[in-house]
């Protein structure tokens, strides 16, 4: 048996656990990012670039290409589905949280 085939899936659910439950800077509140997405405020050209630099920080950290097929209208829209039932998370939580839901769905065995 083929010792990588075991150890390295492995080692890979442990980086994207341990990766997706760290702690982060620089993010707003899912309230913020509606108001701001509501009064189409020149603060959310920098909310979603902070998203979308946290998204491909994630990509490259956990070499794996969570955003592949997702456009960024797919992403703006999932947070702010995810914003109106979580206000007071952060942009930093949801992203996580999309994060895992694209892991999942990438991952035939769950």
């Known amino acids: 048996m083929n010792w990588r085939r075991v150890v390295l899936p492995l080692?890979?659910?442990?980086?994207?656990?341990t990766a997706l439950a760290v702690g982060t800077r620089g993010s707003v509140t899912?309230?913020?990012?509606?108001?701001?997405?509501k009064a189409n405020a020149w603060e959310i050209t920098a909310d979603q670039f902070w998203l979308l630099g946290y998204?491909?920080?994630?990509a490259?950290?956990?070499d794996e290409d969570i955003l592949n097929g997702a456009t960024t209208d797919a992403v703006f829209s999932w947070m702010d589905s995810y914003c109106?039932?979580?206000?007071a998370?952060?942009?930093?939580?949801?992203?996580?949280?999309?994060?895992?839901e694209l892991i999942d769905a990438g991952d035939p065995k769950k």
């Open 89 to 100: 998370k952060g942009v930093g939580d949801a992203a996580n949280a999309y994060a895992r």
């Open 84 to 87: 109106v039932t979580h206000a």
């Open 30 to 37: 899912c309230d913020q990012w509606l108001a701001d997405r």
């Open 55 to 58: 998204l491909s920080g994630l």
């Open 11 to 17: 080692l890979s659910m442990l980086v994207a656990q």
């Open 60 to 62: 490259v950290g956990l």
